[in-house]
């Protein structure tokens, strides 16, 4: 019996003796099945070519992310806070040297994660590190590995400890959750985001998107209730889902900028 991992999306499936017949996240009009079908793997053979990065993107915040990349590339980050420390987002690979590095740190205390594209391992995260998971309820049907430590929460906010409060943006997914993080930025607050708000290239700029392998825009009512959801709260930074793709000031502006110029490109309304 093995927990089978999606090669294209990373997401580790139940206990199995043969691979699932297919991957339900992959085969979602916002992700997608690789040219040369679908493909898995296990964590033991993940682990036998690929090992985990570790590079502090800002104090207290420490991204793990897979070299060479897998799946979709993402890195997860390690907060370090006074009540216990929090992994927002998650990557499919778990091995020894990482769980020495988590653990020289505090070990995790709960698992939160932006939307299903990033569920990777959770469950083998938590089962190691005792951890509890929250997920946002209305992605519920895209867990594909169920455990007692998954919590799903409703509403639009999850206020936890030391002042973090998990926000449900919507967007990208239904269930699209960012974490807002008081203490980060000097005290002038950060997001966490995912790809729900995803940091581009430029990074004076985000963006949002249905899918962004498929290029599906998101219309304006989506766009207005990600700034609205997010508009009670201060933060001066973001960081996104990869490596260095964070927003290092004034991010709430360019949050605003961004939703202006995406408005102005898809109704081509010049006047916003
Ligand atoms: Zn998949
Ligand atoms: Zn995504």
Redesign the pocket.
């Known amino acids: 019996m093995e927990h089978f991992i999606?090669?294209?999306?990373?997401?580790q499936f139940p206990e199995s003796t043969q691979p699932p017949p297919l991957?339900?996240?992959?085969e979602d009009e916002r992700?997608f099945?690789h040219y040369s079908g679908?493909r898995w793997t296990t964590l033991e053979r993940l682990a036998a070519n690929h090992h985990n990065r570790f590079e502090r993107e800002a104090p207290e915040l420490l991204g793990i992310g897979t070299e060479p990349e897998f799946?979709i590339g993402q890195r997860a980050l390690l907060l370090q806070s006074p009540g216990g420390n929090f992994l927002w987002d998650c990557i499919s690979l778990l091995d020894e040297k990482t769980i020495a590095e988590v653990n020289a740190r505090g070990g995790i205390r709960a698992i939160a994660i932006s939307h299903p594209h990033f569920y990777s391992s959770m469950v083998k995260w938590a089962d190691h590190f005792d951890a509890q998971i929250f997920l946002h309820g209305a992605d519920r049907k895209w867990v594909m590995r169920k455990s007692a430590r998954i919590q799903f929460w409703e509403g639009t906010t999850l206020p936890l400890w030391d002042g973090l409060i998990l926000i449900n943006c919507g967007g990208h997914f239904e269930g699209g959750t960012v974490l807002h993080w008081p203490a980060g930025a000097n005290g002038k607050g950060a997001l966490l985001t995912g790809d729900i708000i995803t940091v581009v290239q430029d990074r004076r700029y985000v963006s949002f998107m249905r899918s962004y392998p498929n290029l599906i825009p998101l219309g304006a009512a989506a766009i207005h209730r990600i700034l609205e959801t997010i508009k009670p709260f201060s933060f001066d930074q973001i960081y996104g889902g990869w490596w260095k793709a964070n927003v290092s000031s004034d991010a709430k502006a360019a949050v605003a900028r961004s939703a202006k110029r995406y408005m102005r490109a898809i109704y081509r309304v010049e006047k916003l």
């Not at 999606?6 to 997401?11: D, E, I, W």
């Not at 991957?23 to 992959?26: E, H, Q």
């Open positions: 999606c090669v294209q999306c990373g997401t991957c339900p996240i992959c992700q099945v679908q799946a």
